[in-house]
């Protein structure tokens, strides 16, 4: 089984830095007395980042080993919040865009497929507890 250590050390207010297994550093939470309050990333948003950026990954290396000619990629969500503690996801929509020459619509769907249902390990563990939708744009290019 693999596993990964990642951590977070506090700053100050509600400032963290965190790092992913190799060291990487992200900026979360937010800093007393700045503006804006946000100087780093809210750690809501930072699983839904985690979320596409896990499924664009899939996609685009799905498409790249079809050798579909993919010039440009963007995936982006909309999380939807209870307002109230603990302020659970209670509905993600995802669309994914795809620029390229002469894209195969059936390879970016299967692509999608195949990420969503069986290689995102954030998606598979978001999924149970929360209604994901998704959409996606193709673009000539």
């Given amino acids: 089984m693999a596993q990964g250590k990642v ?7 509600d400032m963290f830095i965190g790092a992913d297994r190799y060291g990487n550093p992200i900026p ?6 700045r503006d804006p309050k946000w100087t780093g990333v809210k750690p809501s948003d930072l699983l839904m980042i985690g979320m596409i950026c896990c499924s664009g990954y899939d996609v685009v290396t799905i498409l790249q080993k079809q050798r579909q000619q993919l010039t440009g ?11 109230d503690p603990p302020y659970v996801f209670t509905k993600i929509e995802i669309e994914y865009i795809f620029r390229g020459r002469n894209l195969n619509e ?3 769907q299967r692509a999608i497929d195949l ?20 959409h996606y744009r193709i673009e000539e290019a």
């Fill in 28 to 33: 979360i939470g937010a800093a007393t007395g």
């Fill in 115 to 134: 990420s969503e249902n069986q290689y995102c390990s954030v998606m598979a563990t978001i999924r149970p507890n929360v209604q994901i939708t998704t």
């Fill in 73 to 83: 990629f963007e995936v982006s969500a909309i999380g939807d919040q209870d307002d």
């Fill in 7 to 13: 951590y977070a050390k506090w700053v100050e207010g």
């Fill in 106 to 108: 059936a390879f970016i």
